[in-house]
């Protein structure tokens, strides 16, 4: 069961990573808005698109990634304080109640808002360049496949949960930089203690 969660996080991670690099196509896009438009005095006509393209891009994309590394903001001032298994509990009822239906409903919604786009080859109304928007529209239902995918992952995790008592482990490629120092104290201070033996 442990490979099936890693291959779905790594799928996750796979597809959020590589949607990441289109921060760099946001970054050189909107500076090179600024440099033409206040050095230059020759704004583009797609700037504005390009930018908000590859944020939506960036943004869907990242849904699943984040649902994998637990990185979604919750209210967990009580949370917090539950063992593993009341934890896992609340979330089981959770997925089930709230985040398949909502998922669902990304899918459906998504796949005809795609479909229409795609069949229209729509382009942005927003400036005269006519960049084409439908690509970043067949990211929807896309997303909610992955969102879907994840959900499944988190909800075994809920049941393998109850069923032991203890969270199963996750992928972790990112770290904390507060806890890299705090290990590194940690290390630091067993060798002295060591060294003084």
Same mark, same amino acid.
């Given at each position: 069961?442990?490979?099936?969660?890693?291959?779905?996080?790594?799928?996750?991670?796979?597809?959020?990573?590589?949607?990441?690099?289109?921060?760099?196509?946001?970054?050189?896009?909107?500076?090179?808005?600024?440099?033409?438009?206040?050095?230059?005095?020759? #704004?583009?006509?797609?700037?504005?698109?390009?930018?908000? $393209?590859?944020?939506?891009?960036? &943004? %869907?994309?990242?849904? @699943?990634?984040?649902?994998?590394?637990?990185?979604?903001?919750?209210?967990?001032?009580?949370?917090?304080?539950?063992?593993?298994?009341?934890?896992?509990?609340?979330?089981?009822?959770?997925?089930?109640?709230?985040?398949?239906?909502?998922?669902?409903?990304?899918?459906?919604?998504?796949?005809?808002?795609?479909?229409?786009?795609?069949?229209?080859?729509?382009?942005?109304?927003?400036?005269?360049?006519?960049? #084409?928007?439908?690509?970043?529209?067949?990211?929807?239902? $896309?997303?909610?496949?992955?969102? &879907? %995918?994840?959900?499944? @992952?988190?909800?075994?995790?809920?049941?393998?949960?109850?069923?032991?008592?203890?969270?199963?482990?996750?992928?972790?490629?990112?770290?904390?930089?507060?806890?890299?120092?705090?290990?590194?104290?940690?290390?630091?201070?067993?060798?002295?203690?060591?060294?003084?033996?």
């Amino acid at each position: 069961m442990t490979k099936f969660l890693f291959f779905i996080d790594e799928l996750s991670t796979w597809v959020g990573k590589s949607f990441a690099w289109l921060i760099l196509v946001l970054t050189l896009g909107v500076s090179y808005e600024v440099f033409v438009r206040y050095v230059l005095r020759a #704004p583009t006509t797609w700037a504005f698109d390009i930018s908000y $393209i590859s944020y939506g891009a960036m &943004f %869907l994309m990242a849904g @699943a990634y984040t649902l994998s590394r637990n990185g979604h903001v919750r209210a967990d001032v009580v949370y917090r304080l539950w063992s593993p298994r009341t934890q896992a509990k609340m979330d089981l009822v959770l997925y089930i109640l709230f985040f398949l239906p909502a998922i669902a409903a990304l899918m459906y919604s998504g796949f005809n808002y795609a479909q229409m786009s795609v069949r229209f080859r729509e382009v942005s109304i927003f400036s005269p360049a006519g960049v #084409p928007v439908f690509p970043l529209k067949v990211l929807i239902p $896309i997303t909610g496949f992955l969102l &879907f %995918l994840q959900g499944v @992952a988190e909800i075994i995790r809920c049941v393998l949960c109850i069923r032991t008592g203890q969270w199963p482990q996750r992928l972790h490629d990112v770290e904390e930089t507060e806890s890299l120092i705090v290990r590194e104290r940690q290390h630091a201070a067993e060798q002295e203690k060591g060294a003084g033996a």
